[in-house]
């Protein structure tokens, strides 16, 4: 993580704290309960924690920047979040990367890297791999077709 990684940060955390979790859970003694998460964010902290995503759309977001946002620790966040979305922060970040990509291929002539970087993606492959999973198709296809 701290070498770096291509999709972002906020990728790095969530996979670092699944790891955490699995390796706890796999190999702890079991004597510490697992917490309760009854409910997912509450409207407030899902509309801060939604507004600093869109205001840092194209930077490295992180799982503890956005858990701060919610006033949470990084896994209660975590959790949180995809009880009140559906999908993790990392999915939801993604998913929001390539709506606003959709807009910049189709709104202007930039070329593909250009969208990839304007979008927050560290490379042009990624952000292909990642649009054509999300699309069903890739950026240049995209525009053509719109």
């Known amino acids: 993580?701290?070498?770096?990684?291509?999709?972002g940060r906020l990728f790095a955390e969530s996979l670092c704290l699944a790891l955490a979790a699995?390796?706890?859970?796999?190999?702890?003694?079991?004597?510490?309960?697992a917490p309760v998460f009854p409910g997912g964010l509450s409207r407030r902290q899902?509309?801060?924690v939604r507004g600093h995503i869109e205001a840092c759309?194209?930077?490295?977001?992180?799982?503890?920047?956005?858990a701060a946002v919610a006033g949470l620790s990084p896994r209660h966040f975590?959790?949180?979040?995809?009880?009140?979305?559906?999908?993790?922060p990392h999915q939801y970040v993604l998913r929001r990367r390539v709506?606003?990509?959709?807009f910049l291929l189709t709104a202007r002539r930039a070329?593909?890297?250009?969208?990839?970087?304007?979008?927050?993606?560290?490379?042009?492959?990624?952000?292909?791999?990642?649009?054509?999973?999300?699309v069903g198709i890739t950026p240049t296809r995209y525009?053509?077709?719109y």
Not at 22 to 33: F, W
Not at 57 to 66: A, P, T, Y
């Open 1 to 7: 993580m701290a070498a770096g990684c291509p999709a």
């Open 22 to 33: 699995h390796v706890a859970q796999r190999h702890g003694d079991g004597t510490a309960a």
């Open 46 to 48: 899902l509309e801060r």
């Open 57 to 66: 759309l194209d930077g490295d977001l992180s799982l503890g920047d956005l």
């Open 78 to 88: 975590a959790v949180a979040f995809r009880k009140s979305v559906g999908i993790t």
């Open 99 to 102: 709506d606003q990509a959709k």
């Open 111 to 134: 070329s593909i890297a250009e969208v990839a970087t304007t979008v927050g993606f560290a490379s042009q492959s990624h952000f292909t791999e990642v649009f054509r999973r999300l």
């Open 143 to 145: 525009r053509q077709a």
